[in-house]
Nanobody, 121 residues
Framework: QVQLVESGGGLVQAGGSLRLSCVASGRTFSSYAMGWFRQAPGKEREFVAAISRGGDSAYYADSVKARFTISRDNAKNTGYLQMNSLKSEDTAVYYC??????????????WGQGTQVTVSS
């Protein structure tokens, strides 16, 4: 089992930045790829970004490419999502997830509880 806890969400003005963190506990964090997903009210959960177990490969949704950066620190059992140039359409609950291999699909084995990001225009 892997437990994931997100933090760092909040209210920010359009054009601003936030950094989300995801702390993992349980099994060895470095054994799992990590992903970030988001879900806006009335919409399906969508892929945002993913990173491989060692952090050498990263993948992004087109909507966030060049604005968001995913990273991880395996020594700290923590993953990050740096979000810059935020737009109102980025408003959603953001979830981190862990899986044995990196994928852009929502078929992740473990999920955090989510953190709210609200971008005001």
């Amino acid at each position: 089992q892997v437990q994931l806890v997100e933090s760092g969400g909040g209210l920010v003005q359009a054009g601003g930045s936030l950094r989300l963190s995801c702390v993992a506990s349980g099994r060895t964090f470095s054994s799992y790829a990590m992903g970030w997903f988001r879900q806006a009210p009335g919409k399906e959960r969508e892929f945002v970004a993913a990173i491989s177990r060692g952090g050498d490969s990263a993948y992004y949704a087109d909507s966030v490419k060049a604005r968001f950066t995913i990273s991880r620190d395996n020594a700290k059992n923590t993953g990050y999502l740096q979000m810059n140039s935020l737009k109102s359409e980025d408003t959603a609950v953001y979830y981190c997830a862990a899986h044995r291999f990196v994928t852009t699909s929502p078929a992740y084995s473990y999920w955090g509880q989510g953190t709210q990001v609200t971008v005001s225009s």
